[in-house]
């Protein structure tokens, strides 16, 4: 797999993201400051996001909103593979951790 050496797991969630939708740099740091609870910098993001096309994995157009391609669709279906075979027990693991997000959550 050419993607994911995973630096913390962002170029895979960044796949995984772009795999749902076509988002702009902007779009992508606000939707991984809900899932991680602080706004990652643009020295994170964009190095990561232009490495991903340098690889051919995501495009972007003239607006920068950035597209999975079929080489990175391909690269997604592999890591999450990958990914499912680290984490085949998620759901013991989230029955203890995730508990506490979902409740923190649900407070507000």
């Known amino acids: ?21 076509s988002m702009t740099g902007a ?11 602080t706004r990652p910098s643009p020295g994170t993001i964009y190095p990561a996001l232009k490495e991903l096309r340098k690889k051919g994995l995501i495009s ?3 607006g920068k909103v950035y597209t999975l ?3 990175g669709q391909r690269e997604l279906n592999g890591a999450c593979t990958l ?8 759901k013991d693991m989230s ?4 508990k506490v997000k979902h409740t923190k959550k ?3």
Do not use: H, V
């Open 95 to 98: 029955s203890c951790s995730c």
């Open 27 to 37: 779009e992508l740091s606000d939707e991984l400051e809900k899932r991680r609870g």
């Open 1 to 21: 797999m050419e993607c994911c050496g995973m630096k913390g797991f962002l170029t895979y969630i960044l796949l995984w993201m772009l795999g749902k939708k």
């Open 60 to 62: 972007a157009d003239d």
């Open 106 to 108: 649900t407070e507000k």
């Open 69 to 71: 391609t079929k080489k």
């Open 83 to 90: 990914f499912c075979n680290m984490f085949y027990d998620m």
